[in-house]
T-cell receptor, first 112, second 115 residues
Framework: GNSVTQMEGPVTLSEEAFLTINCTYTATGYPSLFWYVQYPGEGLQLLLKATKADDKGSNKGFEATYRKETTSFHLEKGSVQVSDSAVYFCALSLQGAQKLVFGQGTRLTINP | DTGVSQDPRHKITKRGQNVTFRCDPISEHNRLYWYRQTLGQGPEFLTYFQNEAQLEKSRLLSDRFSAERPKGSFSTLEIQRTEQGDSAMYLC?????????????FGPGTRLTVL
C-alpha cells in the first residue's frame, strides 16, 4: 500500500539551528509529495510540494528535494526561528487518486 | 474569498446523538475532501467529491457516516449514533481539478467530542 513515515518527534531546537525532518514514502506509482504545516490553533497549510523526481520545493526558507532513489522528501531549513514552532506533516498523493496520505506528523519547538 | 470554512468549530455531543458538520470550499474549487485527524496522528482520508458526485469513500467511512454535496458547492458530513471513538478533528479541504496533482487547501476543522 501507499504510506508515509516521518521521523519521531517531538523535535526541540534553539533559534538559528539547522533543521532536518526526515520523511520516507512507499508508493505503488509515482507520487507527488507535500509538506504541510499546522501552527497552534490553525488549520493545515501547504508549505511546499514537488511533483516529480529531483524536483525541489521551497517556501519560507524551507526546502525539500524529491529523491526517487531513496524514496525520501526530507524537510530542511538553514536557520529556524521561534515562529517555525508547529507540527509538520509529510504527505503524498498518487496521480489519478486524489486523496492525500499523511505521515503521523512531527512537532517542532524552537526555543529563543 | 478567504479560504475553506467549516462550521461549527467545536461540537460536544452525547453518545448516540447525531451530528452534522458543514464545509464551504474555496468558491471556484470543484473538488472537496473530508479527512479525520485523531490526536497525535496525521489526517486520514474519508471521502471526496468532484462537483456533486461522491467519487471515493474510505473503508473508515462506516454506514453511520454520510456525506453530501448537493449543489456542488458546500458539503455536509453527518455522523449518526455517535460513539466515543468518533471523537476527532474533522477536516475539510478543497482543490481545483487540473494538472497531474491538485493542491488541497484545508479548513480549520471541526473538533468533535463524544461524551
Amino acid at each position: 500500500g501507499n504510506s508515509v513515515t516521518q521521523m519521531e518527534g517531538p523535535v526541540t531546537l534553539s533559534e538559528e539551528a539547522f533543521l532536518t525532518i526526515n520523511c520516507t514514502y512507499t508508493a505503488t506509482g509515482y507520487p507527488s509529495l507535500f509538506w504541510y504545516v499546522q501552527y497552534p490553533g490553525e488549520g493545515l497549510q501547504l508549505l511546499l510540494k514537488a511533483t516529480k523526481a529531483d524536483d525541489k520545493g521551497s517556501n519560507k526558507g524551507f526546502e525539500a528535494t524529491y529523491r526517487k532513489e531513496t524514496t525520501s522528501f526530507h524537510l530542511e531549513k538553514g536557520s529556524v526561528q521561534v515562529s517555525d514552532s508547529a507540527v509538520y506533516f509529510c504527505a503524498l498523493s498518487l496521480q489519478g487518486a486524489q486523496k492525500l496520505v499523511f505521515g503521523q506528523g512531527t512537532r517542532l519547538t524552537i526555543n529563543p | 474569498d478567504t479560504g475553506v470554512s467549516q462550521d461549527p468549530r467545536h461540537k460536544i455531543t452525547k453518545r448516540g446523538q447525531n451530528v452534522t458538520f458543514r464545509c464551504d470550499p474555496i468558491s471556484e474549487h470543484n473538488r472537496l475532501y473530508w479527512y479525520r485527524q485523531t490526536l497525535g496522528q496525521g489526517p486520514e482520508f474519508l471521502t471526496y467529491f468532484q462537483n456533486e458526485a461522491q467519487l471515493e469513500k474510505s473503508r473508515l467511512l462506516s454506514d453511520r457516516f454520510s456525506a453530501e454535496r448537493p449543489k456542488g458547492s458546500f458539503s455536509t458530513l453527518e455522523i449518526q449514533r455517535t460513539e466515543q471513538g468518533d471523537s476527532a478533528m474533522y477536516l475539510c479541504a478543497s482543490s481545483l481539478a487540473g494538472g497531474p496533482t491538485d493542491t488541497q487547501y484545508f479548513g480549520p476543522g471541526t473538533r468533535l467530542t463524544v461524551l
